[in-house]
């Protein structure tokens, strides 16, 4: 087996050591900002549609339907903090893909990839549209995203329209690390995350949703209305229902074993001084990722941080969203190890920040959809990391089926169709580390997938990052 750039040249163990040294167990992105207080359910109410879930699926679910009908009585229910979880712990990567990127959307819908690459784009445009015309602050940066090869193997896979040869790349950013690159300078834009949650909800409720926080759904039952039960003894009574709960346990039995957790490790650096800034290039702020399998996802903000995360994505066993599961030192050790590999030139630069969050991985990569109770409820869920743009998507799609519409949207077989589910324990653990591990390997050996791999390709289940 082979060995990496990030193997073959590693920093000095002390320079990672005082890289970490100071640094928090928190989400800068949360920290970052004011979050408003919105009161949790008591008591019974009525509403033509709940939305369950306080993150981008649910905020545009609401804010959607009221765009559609400002008559429409809209309840949005959340069980911590609006966009506590993925939703403000995310890169914010605002990506037109609805696929989880070309390649796995033409190895499952080769049809429909026309379709589905303009649709995302459009999506795009309507979430800065909507940026806009709200005048929402959110940092929107519409800077494209530039994957990048480290490894000579990994060259071909970027050749093509916006190729960048190993002098252009690092004219763009500068880092010995990068032997060429691939520049999409309209599908992607570069958003604070949590802003972006929190301006969803200040849109939504001046458009007259009703928001409730600490208000944890725990079941919903009913043929006709659906009446849903809230953690403390609330009750809503609503002839439709939204659930976006992502990575959280499925309310709906059809989908408990469709999603699975898959935890994601980041750093934040602190502000880059002029100087800095110029020693690496990036002027032109596009988000960039490495094009293998285990790859890192990195970005400037607002004021000049780098944000660096992924390689990393960690499954434990149970399959369960638990708090203890975002401690893990040997991912933030190795990512500061691949940090200083990729700008060695920062040296002396330190982490101020470092944090987790789960995945809502499913086995196809990309969203799913579906409706239950005679067309009351509909769901949307297993974004898989890129969620970002894709959950207005989503909105739509649901808000197309709760009020019965054949649409471009609802007529993909995309959406018309499910993922295959993973198996239940000790099977999901043993396969997705499996699947991991052989992911770990082709890294290593040229990008050569090995019979797994083909074979989880050739049934459905495969991925190409």
């Known amino acids: 087996m082979g060995t990496t750039v990030f193997e073959r040249f590693p920093p000095a163990d002390a320079l990672i050591d005082d890289a970490l040294r100071d640094t928090k167990h928190e989400t800068f992105w949360l920290e970052d900002v004011e979050r408003p207080a919105y009161p949790p359910l008591r008591g019974s109410i009525h509403t033509d549609l709940v939305v369950v879930g306080g993150g981008y699926a649910g905020l545009w679910t609401a804010v959607r339907a009221k765009e559609r009908n400002p008559e429409r009585k809209v309840v949005l229910l959340e069980a911590a903090r609006v966009g506590w979880a993925a939703s403000g712990r995310n890169g914010g990567f605002c990506e037109a893909s609805l696929t989880h990127g070309y390649e796995n959307g033409m190895s499952r819908w080769p049809d429909e990839m026309e379709h589905l690459e303009r649709l995302g784009l459009e999506n795009l445009d309507g979430i800065e549209e909507t ?40 004219a763009e ?16 834009a570069m958003v604070h995350p949590a802003k972006l ?23 919903i039952t009913g043929k006709g209305a659906q009446t849903i039960t809230i953690d403390g003894g609330g009750t809503v009574v609503a002839e439709h229902v ?14 408990k074993l469709m999603t699975v957790p898959v935890y994601d490790y980041v750093l934040m650096t602190e502000p880059l001084t002029d100087e800095q800034v110029d020693a690496i290039g990036w002027k032109n702020r596009q988000g960039l990722a490495d094009t293998a399998n285990q790859f890192h996802y990195y970005r400037m903000t607002a004021d000049n941080r780098i944000l660096f995360g992924g390689y990393d994505a960690v499954y434990h066993f149970g399959g369960k969203v638990r708090a203890e599961c975002e401690n893990r030192p040997e991912s933030w050790r190795k990512l500061a190890s691949h940090f200083f590999t990729t700008f060695p030139q920062l040296e002396g630069l330190k982490f101020t920040h470092q944090w987790a969050g789960a995945i809502d991985s499913c086995s196809r990569f990309c969203a799913f959809y579906g409706v239950a109770r005679g067309g009351r409820v509909a769901y949307a869920t297993g974004f898989t990391g890129l969620g970002v743009g894709a959950t207005r998507f989503a909105a739509d799609v649901m808000l197309d089926k709760l009020e019965g519409l054949k649409t471009e949207r609802t007529e993909l077989e995309m959406v018309r169709t499910r993922p295959i589910p993973f198996p239940p324990e000790p099977a999901a653990a ?3 580390n499996l699947v991991r591990r052989s992911m770990d390997r082709a890294d290593h050996n040229e990008g050569k997938r090995n019979l797994l791999l083909k074979t989880l390709d050739a049934i459905g289940m495969g991925f190409d990052s």
């Open 131 to 170: 940026v806009q015309r709200y005048g929402m602050d959110v940092d929107w940066e519409r800077t494209g995203q530039m994957g990048i090869a480290t490894e000579p193997h990994q060259i071909e896979w970027l050749e093509g329209d916006d190729f960048l040869d190993q002098d252009a790349v690092r």
């Open 173 to 188: 950013v500068h880092s010995p690390t990068f032997l060429a690159g691939s520049w999409d300078r309209e599908g992607c």
């Open 197 to 219: 949650a929190i301006e969803l909800a200040r849109v939504a409720t001046e458009l007259g949703v009703e928001i409730h926080e600490q208000s944890r759904v725990t079941g």
């Open 242 to 255: 939204a659930l976006a709960t992502n990575v959280f346990p499925s309310l709906l039995v059809r989908n």
């Open 430 to 432: 043993i396969g997705v």
